[in-house]
């Protein structure tokens, strides 16, 4: 059994966890680390999975709402680590990591425990940033596309034909047009390395949706320019003129401060 479960989401942190087949030989997978090592243990715990269960931490690039907890967890467990190379090497030169850390660069498709992981380019203002694509060897996929200004065609590749996809849905445009944000902020959140609005991820899950996609987790919602239940309708809505009831699928936006419900695949 495959499960996927947001354990945090937001720009005040996030982690999300994958387990696969974990009574049997499989493992679990952790996504990012941007909440403190207390929170992640509580996490983790609420899931009901060890810290010793876990054979990697993925991080999909250094901004610190994805890496706050990764220098005090990495130096209690000892995790392996996965990025890329570039994000690899600001987490030595920063001290997340000791020198002598299990810490694995990549830039090609990794086996870790019975799962594939393979990494895509997500456009994002960061010194590297990736989504993953996750394959179990029981023939499930995730997809995760986190912090990216639009949809490029590597993270439209790296999703495609996933059974669960998590994809961020960070503003509303008009909301982000009324904030008392300052114009530089505004420009950065909407600019190409940003971030993703709720009409640009809805567009790409119709898009999914087509290439047999059933479950969605919409993640990173901003607090100050969304709200779950205006993410959660855009995307209903959109499904909606392709002729997809929400019957069709399973759609949830990612709980900021505590653990979202579990998807099984
Ligand atoms: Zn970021
Ligand atoms: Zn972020």
């Not at 694995?104 to 895509?120: D, H, K, N, T």
Request: aromatic share 8%; with cysteine; charged share 15%.
């Amino acid at each position: 059994m495959t499960v996927f479960q947001p354990l945090y989401s937001g720009s005040s942190g996030n982690c999300s966890l994958v387990t696969n087949d974990l009574c049997g030989h499989g493992g679990a997978l952790l996504i990012d680390a941007g909440v403190s090592c207390r929170a992640i243990l509580e996490g983790l715990s609420q899931a009901q999975v060890q810290p010793c269960q876990l054979s990697g931490i993925l991080i999909t690039h250094e901004h610190s709402d994805h890496i706050k907890g990764l220098r005090v967890f990495a130096k209690r467990f000892r995790t392996p680590v996965y990025a890329s190379p570039e994000v690899l090497a600001y987490l030595q030169q920063e001290n997340y990591l000791p020198e002598d850390y299990p810490a694995f660069a990549l830039s090609e498709p990794a086996e870790i425990s019975g799962m594939l992981v393979s990494p895509f380019d997500t456009p994002h203002d960061s010194v590297h940033s990736l989504g993953f694509r996750i394959d179990t060897a029981q023939g499930k996929s995730i997809g995760i596309a986190t912090d990216l200004g639009t949809v490029t065609e590597s993270v439209r590749a790296g999703l495609m034909g996933c059974d669960l996809a998590m994809v961020e849905s960070n503003y509303d445009a008009s909301m982000l047009e009324c904030s008392s944000y300052p114009y530089y902020l505004k420009r950065r959140i909407r600019g190409n390395y940003g971030h993703l609005d709720n009409l640009g991820c809805a567009e790409e899950l119709a898009e999914l949706a087509k290439t047999g996609t059933c479950q969605f987790v919409l993640c990173h919602l901003s607090e100050e320019n969304n709200l779950p239940e205006l993410a959660l309708q855009t995307v209903y809505g959109r499904l909606a003129q392709d002729g997809i009831s929400a019957g069709d699928f399973r759609l949830q936006a990612a709980c900021r401060q505590l653990p979202s419900p579990q998807m099984v695949l």
